[in-house]
T-cell receptor, first 113, second 110 residues
Framework: EAQVTQNPRYLITVTGKKLTVTCSQN?????MSWYRQDPGLGLRQIYY???????DKGDVPEGYKVSRKEKRNFPLILESPSPNQTSLYFC????????????FGPGTRLTVT | GQNIDQPTEMTATEGAIVQINCTYQ??????LFWYQQHAGEAPTFLSY????GLEEKGRFSSFLSRSKGYSYLLLKELQMKDSASYLC???????????FGGGTRVLVKP
């Protein structure tokens, strides 16, 4: 089944404790992206990647890191999480010539206390 | 920068038509698209407009006017399952950065 998977789905952590949210897709998509969704603010793009070893900042990259060492994986790293990073995070992927048609993962709900 | 505005919430009756408007201001534009998101679920792709005009897909249609920075999503013959949030988004011409609006929550009543 073609899909985007994220792990973990739920995470409660404390301020300053480094964490990684994994994202993997099995559709051979070149484009991958991370978003956060907050009430009243909608979906905001954190980082995106056009292909392996190519990443770019989205609208809200501060406090996040990403890497794209393999085509299928695009982990999101929070080196020192803070409470304002409490949010619902979505990973998505698409073909490079159909970036408008993103396939989203199920989401990761992160709480930072 | 990019600003995308859409109404926060709309209510309509089952079987009726609802039009969700979206206005945008962007430096560089390479298309506008719509997503549907049911509560507690991930967004799913609905439509994409890059040229002016109307794109029809079954009960859903999307319109774009590039000169006016305006789009709408038209939902016809509303069904209860259409109760969801509808997200308007644009993609910049340079690079492939996507920007979403805040979403319009549509509530369909019997």
């Amino acid at each position: 089944e073609a899909q985007v998977t994220q792990n973990p789905r739920y995470l409660i952590t404390v301020t300053g404790k480094k964490l990684t949210v994994t994202c993997s897709q099995n559709m051979n998509h070149e484009y991958m992206s991370w978003y956060r969704q907050d009430p009243g603010l909608g979906l905001r793009q954190i980082y995106y990647s056009m292909n392996v070893e190519v990443t770019d900042k989205g609208d809200v990259p501060e406090g996040y890191k990403v890497s794209r060492k393999e085509k299928r994986n695009f982990p999101l790293i929070l080196e020192s999480p803070s409470p304002n990073q409490t949010s619902l995070y979505f990973c998505a992927s698409s073909l490079s010539d159909r970036v408008y048609e993103q396939y989203f993962g199920p989401g990761t709900r992160l709480t930072v206390t | 920068g990019q600003n995308i505005d859409q109404p926060t919430e709309m209510t309509a009756t089952e079987g009726a038509i609802v039009q969700i408007n979206c206005t945008y201001q962007t430096s560089g534009f390479n298309g506008l698209f719509w997503y549907q998101q049911h509560a507690g679920e991930a967004p799913t792709f609905l439509s994409y407009n890059v040229l002016d005009g109307l794109e029809e897909k079954g009960r859903f249609s999307s319109f774009l006017s590039r000169s006016k920075g305006y789009s709408y999503l038209l939902l016809k013959e509303l069904q209860m399952k259409d109760s969801a949030s509808y997200l308007c988004a644009v993609i910049k011409a340079a690079g492939n950065k996507l920007t979403f609006g805040g979403g319009t929550r549509v509530l369909v009543k019997p």
